[in-house]
């Protein structure tokens, strides 16, 4: 598939044919859902089969929003419809795990919210960078009686250690760029004026050395940090099956009542709002 020009609402942008940016655009809270699958797909396979392409950058068009939390007013048939990947595993989760595997540098450049399936992709990417004043990451799930769904509790522990991992799943609050740094989290956080040089400086470095050795320093530090298919499938099961539960559309709807999918206080102040439910 050519994706020169725009794919729906996540663009992307050959910088040249060694340096890509990624940017979602889905406005105004860039929201994630079955309607999306397609595109990113077509982004996770023009990365695994494209020759020349060696760093990809993830970013967003949308002010305070890097990449959200799923769509919760789609329909649940359209996305228990959905086939699975070529992993085996359902779409979401297998196009984060063929991220993670691509023969291609993967980095999230975070300013704004990216909180469930952005920090999901932010965890898939090879590196993520975020805005010190800007960024907010966070697994939310837990506090609407939801379990993650895209992979954290596989990948978060290996980059911060288990209890900071609990910490984050388990608080469900939300977490800033400088203690995003601090717990590993992301890689670095920068001042925001400092993010873009930074983040475009380093892709293009990457760009500019020889693909196969990327590609084979990539796969040996893949075998010795990524988690199996086996670790990252049970999570979207249990996504699914705790979405269906009472207890979490009882906590959904009142996150629906406070504003939640709609511009507003409870989108840029997700974490505060679920730790209210339960009080």
Do not use: C
Request: glycine share 8%; charged share 25%; aromatic share 8%.
């Amino acid at each position: 598939m050519d994706i020169s020009a725009n794919v729906g609402q996540i663009r992307v942008d050959r910088r040249s044919p060694a340096y890509w940016r990624v940017t979602f655009d889905l406005p105004p809270l860039n929201i994630f859902g079955p309607g999306n699958m397609a595109q990113l797909n077509a982004v996770v396979a023009a990365l695994e089969s494209d020759e020349q392409v060696k760093v990809v950058v993830f970013d967003s068009a949308v002010e305070g929003f890097f990449l959200t939390h799923y769509d919760f007013l789609a329909k649940p048939e359209e996305t228990l419809g959905l086939p699975p990947g070529p992993t085996g595993l359902q779409q979401l989760p297998d196009m984060l795990v063929r991220l993670s595997r691509a023969p291609v540098v993967s980095i999230a450049s975070i300013r704004g919210r990216a909180t469930g399936v952005g920090s999901e992709l932010a965890l898939a990417s090879d590196m993520r960078f975020a805005s010190r004043e800007k960024a907010i990451l966070s697994q939310w799930e837990v506090g609407a009686g939801l379990v993650p769904g895209g992979g954290p509790m596989a990948r978060l522990p290996r980059l911060m250690g288990r209890g900071r991992a609990l910490e984050v799943l388990l608080g469900a609050d939300d977490i800033p760029g400088d203690l995003a740094e601090r717990y590993g989290y992301v890689n670095r956080s920068f001042p925001d004026a400092e993010l873009d040089s930074f983040v475009d400086a380093l892709a293009q470095r990457i760009a500019s050395f020889d693909k196969q050795a990327i590609t084979e320093t990539k796969r040996l530090v893949d075998v010795a940090s990524l988690p199996s298919d086996a670790e990252i499938a049970p999570e979207w099961e249990a996504f699914m099956t705790a979405l269906a539960r009472p207890a979490a559309q009882t906590r959904i709807k009142q996150l629906m009542e406070r504003g939640f999918h709609k511009p507003g206080d409870v989108e840029t102040h997700l974490g505060y709002h679920v730790g209210q439910l339960g009080r």
